[in-house]
């Protein structure tokens, strides 16, 4: 029974690491990835922090803006122009710019992040088909 409190303990500690880290993640491909152009607000990007330009995206929902954007929508090319780009990486830096934005999301689960490559995949099937 005593190390019960420990293991309580240790779960809490790697949680909070978790979730700090998938911050890391989504705030280093935001960096890397998608500055360049939500930095500066390039051909119409909504500018990372500019809550009225998010408000409408994050009204969306995060299913529909991931997965929209990492299709490639209006100026914005598919990955946002990086072609080794994960869906979980894209995902990732989705939450971080939002969260910034005046979102209150978490990196996708397991499921939604099913359901997000669901949506990516008949989107690239429709656009075959054109």
């Not at 998938?22 to 960096?31: D, F, R």
Request: overall charge positive.
């Amino acid at each position: 029974m005593k190390k019960l409190p420990l293991l309580v303990f240790l779960v809490s500690i790697l949680s909070i690491f978790n979730v700090t880290l998938a911050h890391a993640n989504g705030e280093a491909t935001y960096k890397q990835v998608c500055f360049s152009c939500h930095g500066a607000g390039v051909a119409g990007a909504p500018k990372v922090g500019d809550k009225a330009k998010w408000a409408p995206l994050i009204k969306e929902g995060q299913i529909h803006i991931t997965s929209d954007g990492y299709s490639g929508v209006r100026a914005m090319p598919a990955k946002g122009g990086k072609p080794d780009l994960s869906v979980e990486q894209f995902a990732s830096a989705v939450v971080y710019m939002a969260n910034q934005s005046g979102a209150s999301w978490s990196d996708p689960d397991p499921k939604t992040l099913a359901i997000i490559n669901e949506k990516i995949e008949k989107r690239q099937k429709k656009s075959a088909k054109k």
